[in-house]
């Protein structure tokens, strides 16, 4: 069962062995697939395994002393 389509821009899984890049990913009930810019399956985390989804703007957009961390 498909929950959502999510297409707005790079994307990275935050897992406990570290990260996968995806362009797209599609929310299930139990996890989420991951799907590179031509629409290939990179791979499927499970909810259990996933730290966080992060939107490539964290890690590259324009941050002050004030805003928080996450790492």
């Given at each position: 069962?498909r ?5 707005d821009s ?6 406990p062995e570290?990260?996968i890049?995806?362009?797209r990913?599609?929310r299930?009930?139990n996890?989420?697939?991951l799907?590179?810019?031509d629409?290939?399956?990179i791979?499927f ?5 996933l730290?966080a ?10 941050t002050?002393?004030?805003e928080?961390?996450i790492?």
């Open positions: 069962m929950l959502a389509v999510i297409r790079m994307y990275r899984a935050i897992l570290g990260q890049e995806c362009d990913y599609d299930s009930e996890g989420v697939d799907y590179d810019g629409d290939q399956f791979a985390v499970p909810y259990a395994n730290h989804l992060a939107d490539e703007d964290l890690y590259t957009g324009d002050s002393e004030d928080r961390s790492m």
